[in-house]
Antibody, heavy 120, light 110 residues
Framework: QITLKESGPTLVKPTQTLTLTCTFS??????????VGWIRQPPGKALEWLAL???????RYNPSLRSRLTITKDTSKNQVVLTMTNMDPVDTATYYC????????????WGQGTVVTVSS | QSALTQPASVSGSPGQSITISCTGTSSDVGAYKYVSWYQQHPGKAPKLMIYDVNNRPSGVSNRFSGSKSGNTASLTISGLQAEDEAEYYC??????????FGGGTKLTVL
């Protein structure tokens, strides 16, 4: 059974750096063709893809946010970490991590999401 | 602004069929057979409904089907049920080796 869970601060101040952790079970990120991605959703708005890290440590970023994002993995801990610098109130959103299967080219398991509010 | 264009809303009565379009370009939808569709109920995480244009993951009803023509992909839901009322998002692999998302379509079951 594959599960993912996001964790991190619920409130950050403008200009601060956000660090989110995705802790997963039921698969290993050392397995071929797998990845873990981050997707966010501002209140009442559409999903926005942020970043993806593959089993072989290849990384992909949303071009519009590339300069602010870093994604890393700790295979031994079954965790993926996303950092986003210079947070702004427009970054207020629910942040999801999701299991990516290259064969499907899709995110087939999602975490419940974590709400992050950016406010002073 | 989303990379893929979806209608903001569609509606249908129970038992009817509806189709949601997802329009991209020759750099995404038109380039690959890697279009997926997700269903999202309010307050819930998205759920994968279709992958690779027209494949259903295990457990997804066969009332959901997908297709693609040129730069436009489509999701069809037949035999509409009240539980189908949700937001639907398309995604496509792109020539930049990333996934582009659509802006979402709110389905209302009348």
């Amino acid at each position: 059974q594959i599960t993912l869970k996001e964790s991190g601060p619920t409130l950050v101040k403008p200009t601060q750096t956000l660090t989110l952790t995705c802790t997963f079970s039921g698969f290993s990120l050392s397995t071929n063709r797998l990845g873990v991605g981050w997707i966010r959703q501002p209140p009442g708005k559409a999903l926005e893809w942020l970043a993806l890290i593959y089993w072989d440590d290849d990384k992909r970023y949303n071009p519009s946010l590339r300069s602010r994002l870093t994604i890393t993995k700790d295979t031994s801990k079954n965790q993926v970490v996303l950092t986003m610098t210079n947070m702004d109130p427009v970054d207020t959103a629910t942040y999801y991590c999701a299991h990516y299967y290259d064969i499907l080219t899709a995110y087939n398991y999602w975490g419940q999401g974590t709400v992050v509010t950016v406010s002073s | 602004q989303s990379a893929l264009t979806q209608p903001a809303s569609v509606s249908g009565s129970p038992g009817q069929s509806i189709t949601i379009s997802c329009t991209g370009t020759s750099s995404d939808v038109g380039a690959y057979k890697y279009v997926s569709w997700y269903q999202q109920h309010p307050g819930k995480a998205p759920k994968l409904m279709i992958y690779d244009v027209n494949n259903r993951p295990s457990g997804v009803s066969n009332r959901f089907s997908g297709s693609k023509s040129g730069n436009t992909a489509s999701l069809t839901i037949s035999g509409l049920q009240a539980e189908d009322e949700a937001e639907y998002y398309c995604t496509s692999y792109t020539t930049s080796s990333i996934l582009a998302f659509g802006g979402g379509t709110k389905l209302t079951v009348l």
